[in-house]
């Protein structure tokens, strides 16, 4: 449709040289509109009053903020022999030489006042007054008074804390703005018919009167500003001259302008004609000659539209294409990475293979391989090479699947491998070339060529799908329970706890713990990591199943832990000891064996003479129990129990040495030798570990936060950051730090990741890396360790081990 629009040359041009024109007068209205302008005399006047009006109210906000300041220092606050009468004296004595305010208050964070100025206000509350919920939590406010109050606004100061210490409130009245009226009209030398209005927030006056309906009155508007320690009370001052504002110096600008567009638009056109006339003339000049075949001019727009048009559609049809291939590779692609399957085509003529391989790093390759058949035979086994030829032959001549497994040739330290092949014809003999699409895949050792190869595949994805998802579980599960642990842990340390509210608290580390024990164990049941190789915390296990016992398979007897929290781990999982401390509750259960007791303690070289144990260093574990409870029939099968029990122990490379079985009048008592993990360097005691300066680097804020105030009350200095990114821009800020701890399951950037640029940039701080336990690669061993969830304790034990060189060098 616009192809068929024609527009003369020198009527564009004119609209050209207009639109120039006109852009060039903005542009210099812009530049000399503040020349031009004059806005009037009244309308000047008003504006500079109201300026000066709000400056002055700024500074004397300021003035009466360092009063209220000085007020609070007089009445010593943190003296407690200091009484409210005597306070309330010295605010009196204080506002008698401040006149210049109405009144000045003492509120206790309840609203009480407990001093002031005016004897008759001591004692009364302040509590439903709107403004005191609204500043708890500031350090300065300012309020605007409620009608009738007496008082224009109210400042309020807290002496402490916010919300939780005493406030000194100082009421101002009107006088305070007329003050400064005066000042200003004294500066500026105003006539007696200017007039000032102060409006707060709300829009209620706070000084001055409205303007009366009609009359000429020029206004300006001014906002205070506050200052550096109290922001903008949004109080508006305005200013009112008598007079309209002034309008002039612009009434001739708008018709100059329009004159020189249409001037310039003249002067376009007629240039546009001279350069259209030979143009015009040419074209004349070709029609006449040859009026049947069109003007040169004419033909050149033909061809040229021809020639655009078409590398048009050849661009798009490439453009078309290359985005099928890629579709077709991308499929390809995905087919091969969900199935396991590589795919790859053989052309029959010409004897070449084509498939798309991956490079060195895992990423599907860009191009497509070729290859020569030859090659791909000479990677056969020879025995195996007439039946890729047998079943080459038979896919080109019949439609269908047709599979072989084929034996490779040893390659260096590989041996022989077996590959499945399967092959499928595309294509008819008589209509077109053929082309056979072949799927290989290898086939691990004892799995049979007809078995579903897809199937395996897809269920160590599944398996690698599942190890992530769960290992995302344990990490935000862990970090709920060390937030538990670290928080629990202060609150005893800080606090003065009585016998019952130490019973909770230990009833909810008892809880995380058990928690903590279950995350191990899903990760133990995902992973199939071996349960020999597990270790576990002894006082947390038998803590966390003692209370199932007694109440699931003891029947309510009583039980007694005296299991110490700073053995060393067991080397056996926590499913190990609760299997086998069941089977023992199933013993005293059928011999009706009253009490359940079990103690430990650590101990290092060759246990009891009798057990063939190697010396090492072993937990002994005491069970005993009070005598059967009379009336009670034993059952006979109740001896079952403990030889699970022994064979339990020596599956795990420990001893089970029975004393007393429980039978008869005596009592049972049983000795367990269980293998310690060998226990870290000593840490020194947390009365003499030096304050360190730590960079805590932990993605989650309540997890951070809990361990920034664990540090702190521990004695050290922590610097938050919330990424890798932002603990590299403190380092490169500051590098005085003693070390850094880092959570491992960090986004973009790892506790690993970080931890090896910190290393390589300052190699004097220390890292600790805390993630879940096994979760670590075999590369962060170089660097201390700790094991989510972890206790206050816990974070002393590994600050203590990081800090032996600081405190050597001291």
């Known amino acids: ?353 084509i498939w798309s391989d991956r490079d060195l790093v895992g990423a599907p390759a860009c191009l497509d391989r070729t290859a020569e058949w030859s090659d791909l035979t000479g990677r056969i086994d020879p025995d195996d090479h007439a039946l890729l030829e047998l079943t080459l032959t038979a896919a080109l001549a019949a439609d269908g699947p047709h599979d072989m497994v084929l034996r490779t040739r040893p390659s260096g330290s590989a041996g022989c491998r077996r590959v499945l092949v399967r092959f499928l014809r595309s294509g008819e003999p008589a209509s077109g070339p053929l082309r056979l699409h072949a799927l290989s895949r290898e086939l691990p050792e004892g799995e049979a060529p007809g078995q579903d190869l897809a199937a395996s595949a897809n269920e160590r994805r599944r398996s690698l799908v599942l190890r992530r998802v769960t290992d995302g579980i344990v990490h935000d599960v862990n970090d709920v329970l060390t937030v538990m642990l670290v928080n629990l842990g202060v609150l005893r340390r800080r606090h003065r706890l009585d016998g019952e509210q130490m019973r909770l608290v230990d009833g909810a580390l008892a809880g995380a713990l058990r928690g903590s024990a279950l995350t191990r164990r899903m990760l133990s049941l995902v992973r199939g990591e071996a349960e020999s190789l597990a270790a576990c915390d002894l006082a947390a296990t038998v803590a966390a199943v003692l209370p199932f016992l007694q109440s699931n398979v003891l029947q309510g007897t009583p039980v007694i832990d005296r299991v110490p929290s700073d053995l060393p781990r067991v080397l056996c999982s926590d499913r190990f000891l609760e299997v086998m401390l069941l089977n023992v509750a199933f013993h005293f259960r059928d011999l009706g064996l009253d009490g359940f007791a079990i103690g430990a303690a650590e101990h290092e070289g060759r246990p009891a003479p009798d057990l063939d144990l190697p010396p090492r260093a072993y937990i002994r574990v005491l069970l005993a129990s009070g005598r059967p409870r009379p009336g009670t029939r034993p059952r006979p099968a109740s001896t079952r129990a403990l030889e699970a029990a022994s064979r339990l122990i020596a599956e795990a490379g420990g001893g089970w040495r029975l004393v007393a079985d429980g039978t008869g009048e005596a009592a049972f008592l049983a000795e367990i030798w269980l293998p310690a993990a060998v226990r870290g360097a000593a840490a020194e005691p947390a009365a003499w570990q030096p304050s360190l300066r730590i960079l805590l680097v932990e993605s989650d804020g309540l997890v951070r936060a809990s361990l920034a105030e664990a540090l702190g009350d521990l004695g050290h200095t922590v610097v938050q950051a919330a990424s890798g990114d932002h603990a590299l821009a403190l380092l490169a800020e500051s590098a005085a730090y003693d070390a850094m701890i880092a959570d491992q399951s960090m986004p973009v950037m790892t506790g690993l990741q970080l931890a090896a640029t910190v290393v390589e940039r300052h190699p004097g701080i220390r890292i600790i890396l805390a993630s879940p336990h096994g979760q670590l690669p075999v590369a962060a061993r170089r660097f201390l360790q700790l094991d989510k969830p972890f206790r206050q304790e816990d974070l002393a034990a590994i600050l203590a081990e990081a800090a032996i060189p600081e405190a050597r060098a001291a």
Request: net charge neutral; hydrophobic share 45%; proline share 5%.
């Open 1 to 353: 449709m616009l192809d068929s629009v024609r527009i003369p040359l020198k009527v564009l041009n004119a609209v050209q040289t207009a639109g120039v024109a006109a852009v060039a007068i903005w542009l210099a209205s812009l530049g000399l509109g503040d020349a031009r302008v004059d806005i009037g005399e009244p309308q000047r006047t008003a504006l500079a009053a109201s300026r000066a009006f709000s400056e002055a109210v700024d500074d004397g906000l300021n003035t009466l903020v360092s009063d209220v300041r000085g007020a609070a220092l007089l009445l010593r606050p943190d003296d407690p022999g200091l009484s409210d009468p005597s306070r309330s004296a010295l605010l009196r004595d204080w506002i008698a030489l401040n006149p210049a305010y109405r009144s000045i208050l003492l509120v206790a964070p309840s609203g009480e006042v407990r001093a002031a100025d005016l004897g008759h206000l001591a004692g009364m509350t302040l509590a439903r007054e709107p403004w005191l919920g609204r500043v708890r939590n500031a350090q300065i406010a300012l309020a605007t008074a409620a009608d009738g109050a007496g008082s224009a606004f109210e400042v309020a100061l807290a002496l402490g804390v916010p919300g939780r210490s005493d406030r000194l409130l100082l009421r101002v009245d009107a006088t305070f703005f007329s003050r400064i009226e005066e000042r200003v009209r004294r500066a500026l030398d105003l006539p007696a018919s200017v007039a000032f209005l102060v409006t707060a927030a709300d829009g209620r006056a706070l000084a001055g009167i409205s303007a009366a309906e009609g009359g000429a009155q020029a206004s300006a508007s001014t906002p205070t500003r506050g200052f550096r320690d109290l922001g903008s009370p949004g109080w508006l001052v305005t200013a009112r001259a008598e007079g309209a504002p002034g309008a002039g110096g612009r009434s001739g600008a708008p018709w100059l302008a329009l004159a020189l567009v249409l001037a310039a638009a003249g002067i376009g056109y007629a240039l546009g004609g001279r350069m259209a006339r030979p143009l015009r003339d040419l074209v004349a000049r070709s029609g006449a000659d040859d009026a049947g075949t069109g003007s040169p001019v004419s033909e050149i727009d033909a061809v040229a539209r021809f020639v655009a048009g078409r590398a048009q559609s050849s661009d798009s049809l490439l453009a078309r294409a290359g985005t099928g291939i890629d579709r077709v590779r991308g499929r390809l692609q995905t087919f091969e990475a969900m199935s396991g399957w590589t795919y790859w085509e053989v052309d029959p003529q010409t004897r070449r293979v």
